[in-house]
């Protein structure tokens, strides 16, 4: 009973009123400060987001203008209408070798083997299947 009614007689004291109403204050004025700063910082990486977008549309655009000057330089027309319409510069001749020909007239490297008709041959699984096995027993691979 004798500390509830010391509790009363401090809390009826000037100083002690100041002490509590001074500490609220600046809890709140702290509050503010961090709320203005989270803020701040949500703003921050808001702009940096919106900044790296314009950067990247400014090199996507750049890219798109070379790429339109490329389409209309004399080159690009030259290289369509060889590949498109089979014309020629003035005074070329055009010459057409049968596949089986140019076939025929193949040099094999040395160390190089014909990896495409092994690939026919092997399935995906047993193709899989080999190349984890020299993975596990560090063996060379023999797909090469």
Same mark, same amino acid.
């Given at each position: 009973? @004798? $500390? +509830?009614?010391? +509790?009363?007689? /401090?809390?009826? *004291? @000037?100083?002690?009123?100041?002490? @509590?109403?001074?500490?609220? +204050?600046? #809890?709140?004025?702290?509050?503010?400060?961090? =709320?203005? @700063? $989270?803020?701040?910082? *949500? #703003?921050?990486? $808001?702009?940096?987001?919106?900044?790296? /977008?314009?950067?990247?549309?400014? #090199? =996507?655009?750049?890219?798109?203008?070379? /790429?339109?000057?490329?389409? !209309?330089?004399?080159?690009?027309?030259? #290289?369509? %209408?060889? /590949?498109?319409?089979?014309?020629? %510069?003035?005074?070329?001749?055009?010459?057409?070798?049968? =596949? !089986?020909? %140019?076939?025929?007239?193949?040099? !094999?490297?040395?160390? %190089?083997?014909?990896?495409?008709?092994?690939?026919?041959? =092997?399935?995906?699984? *047993?193709?899989?299947?080999?190349?984890?096995? *020299?993975?596990?027993?560090?063996?060379?691979?023999?797909?090469?």
């Amino acid at each position: 009973m @004798i $500390q +509830i009614y010391n +509790i009363r007689q /401090q809390l009826r *004291d @000037i100083r002690v009123v100041g002490l @509590i109403t001074f500490l609220v +204050i600046v #809890l709140l004025v702290s509050w503010s400060g961090v =709320k203005a @700063i $989270q803020t701040n910082y *949500d #703003l921050q990486k $808001q702009v940096a987001t919106l900044q790296q /977008q314009n950067a990247l549309s400014a #090199l =996507k655009n750049t890219n798109l203008r070379l /790429q339109n000057e490329y389409y !209309n330089s004399n080159q690009y027309l030259e #290289l369509s %209408a060889r /590949q498109n319409f089979g014309l020629g %510069a003035p005074g070329e001749t055009e010459l057409l070798v049968p =596949k !089986n020909v %140019a076939m025929s007239h193949l040099v !094999n490297m040395p160390g %190089a083997t014909n990896s495409s008709a092994n690939k026919e041959r =092997k399935s995906w699984v *047993d193709s899989n299947l080999t190349s984890w096995l *020299d993975f596990f027993f560090h063996r060379q691979s023999s797909n090469n």
